[in-house]
């Protein structure tokens, strides 16, 4: 029983390995600003790009999550759900944008492939 369990978590890793390798989503919900295609990928939302881009300049310029938050509602963009964004999401998207810039700095000072490299997803 040990064995097949070794045997299924040992494929399982190389799996991971290979979908990671190709640049595929490997887990969980896709994203803000990303939806999953059927092959797995990762395609770029232009609506939730704008949104985010809008996020970083706001974070930017020194706004706290509170007033990024209403300048959002304001300024029309709406979570996937279509309710008002709230401080802590705000925090956890651009949480999630800085650390896909810092990978694609560490892969570009590398020379290696990233994810920003396919023709589905644009970087921002």
Not at 11 to 38: D, M, S
Not at 109 to 122: N, Q, R
Request: net charge negative.
């Amino acid at each position: 029983m040990q064995r097949a369990a070794d045997a299924y978590a040992a494929l399982h890793a190389h799996a991971t390995r290979v979908k990671r390798a190709r640049g595929e989503y490997i887990g969980g919900a896709a994203p803000y600003g990303f939806t999953l295609a059927a092959d797995g990928s990762l395609v770029s939302v232009e609506h939730e790009h704008l949104a985010i881009v809008r996020m970083v300049e706001l974070r930017q310029c020194g706004y706290s999550l509170r007033i990024i938050a209403g300048q959002l509602a304001d300024d029309g963009h709406e979570t996937r759900n279509g309710a008002p964004w709230h401080p802590q999401q705000v925090a956890r998207v651009l949480a999630a944008h800085d650390a896909r810039v810092e990978y694609q700095r560490a892969c570009d000072l590398m020379g290696l492939a990233h994810e920003a490299d396919t023709a589905t997803v644009t970087p921002f």
